[in-house]
Structure formats: C-alpha cells, structure tokens
C-alpha cells in the first residue's frame, strides 16, 4: 500500500514570495491533515478535510495560508505572502475517517524564508 | 483546547539500556498515538493506543485514559531509536488531534 506522498521534498523561497506544496493520501483516506512544524517543537494542526469539506482550520493564518481538496483526494496547501517566520516543515498525513482517526504522515516539504 | 504535556523532554541513554516516556493529557480523548520522527524528519507510527495496552517488539505502550495519561516503554535501547518521540491525542468530541512537544532521546553506543 502506497504511502501518503508530499511534493517538494524541499523549497526556499525569498520574503513576500509565494509557494505551494501538494499532497496525495492514502487510497481510501477521507480525512486529510496539514501541519506545521517549527523547529524544536511538536506539528501544529493547520487544517483538517474530511473528503472536501474543511472539519477544521482554526489555527490556519488565513490572510496568507489557504488550502483546498476540491475532489476530496489531492490537497494543496499555498503561502501567498511567504513570511520568516513561515520556515517550517510542513506535513501532510491521511487517516481512514475522522473518527476513526489513526494517522499516516508524509515525508514533509522543508520550507526555508530568505 | 485540549494540553499534552510529555516527560521527560530530553533523555540520553546508553545502548543497551530502557526507559520509559510519559505522555499527560488534560482532558477526555478520544485516541491517542505514539510516533518516532527519525533525524530525516519521517514521523512513524509506533502505536493506536485510546486505551490499554500494546507490545510491538522491544516497545510497548499503555494508555489510561481514565487518569490522562499513557505511557511508551523502550527496551534493550539502540542507537536507531534515537529521535523524538511525539503523543498525539484527539480530544473527545472534536476529532482534532494535538501534539506534544515531544521527548528527545539519543542513544550512544
């Protein structure tokens, strides 16, 4: 069984620039989740699909970050002006349905904000 | 929101030898997981642990979730266990998980 597959690997990118990742999840995973990962600390819940609706997005800086899943599969996660402080990992991860919520998490894109 | 709390933050070992790592919860869950990130950043699943007990290998965990908390045993360690071990919960009635900040841990030989 495939894993859950992010792209890029890795990205740098200069201040007010803008960047976007992609992920694929797991055949048959409804529900998909963004994080962000700050060095030194644990990953933060950006925002959480279930198929292509938004479940949650609470921690989401929406006047930069937006995403979307629009056939409940691929997602995309965009930074549209990158910041410093936006250096971070960002991890996608899939599981079966909300509320069977297991996780399975991608390799991550290394974001580096010159 | 819900607080995870982990303890120790950073633990050195020797190979060879155990430890155990605690994750605290503030509140109900409804599912609680144990990963290992390794130095390339991979978080791996060890354990779907809401409650009881589980063993895989040299690892195990236990969760009691009436008292908030689970904890990871770690046996006969080696230097590949090195990394962060991260407990993540889901709160009950939210879905939405919530991450530690995880426990440290180098193993020398």
């Known amino acids: 069984e495939a894993g859950v597959a992010q792209s890029p690997r890795y990205k740098i990118i200069e201040k007010r620039q803008s960047v976007a990742f992609w992920c694929n999840p797991i055949?048959?995973?409804?529900?998909l989740y963004w994080y962000q990962q700050i060095l030194g600390q644990g990953p933060k819940l950006l925002i959480q699909?279930?198929?292509?609706?938004?479940?949650?997005d609470s921690q989401l800086p929406k006047d930069r970050f937006s995403a979307e899943r629009l056939k409940g599969v691929d997602s995309t996660l965009k930074i549209q002006p990158a910041k410093l402080e936006d250096s971070a990992v960002y991890l996608c991860?899939?599981?079966?349905?909300?509320?069977?919520?297991?996780?399975?998490f991608g390799p991550g894109t290394r974001l580096t904000v010159l | 929101g819900i607080q995870v709390e982990q303890s120790p933050p950073d633990l050195i070992l020797q190979e060879g030898a155990n430890s155990t790592l605690r994750c605290n919860f503030s509140?109900?869950?409804?599912?609680l997981q144990w990963f290992h990130q390794n130095p390339w950043g991979q978080l791996i699943n060890l354990f779907y642990?809401?409650?009881g007990t589980k063993q895989n290998g040299r690892l195990s965990a236990t969760t009691v979730a009436t008292e908030r908390y689970s904890l990871l045993y770690i046996s006969s360690s080696q230097t590949t266990d090195s990394g962060v071990y991260f407990c993540?919960?889901?709160?009950?009635?939210?879905?939405?998980?919530?991450f530690g900040r995880g426990t440290s841990l180098i193993v020398h030989p």
């Open positions: 991860a899939s599981s079966f349905l909300a509320t069977v919520p297991e996780q399975f």
């Open positions: 055949s048959g995973h409804a529900t």
């Open positions: 699909f279930q198929n292509n609706g938004v479940v949650d």
């Open positions: 509140d109900s869950v409804n599912n």
């Open positions: 642990i809401p409650s």
């Open positions: 993540a919960v889901v709160s009950g009635g939210s879905y939405i998980p919530t």
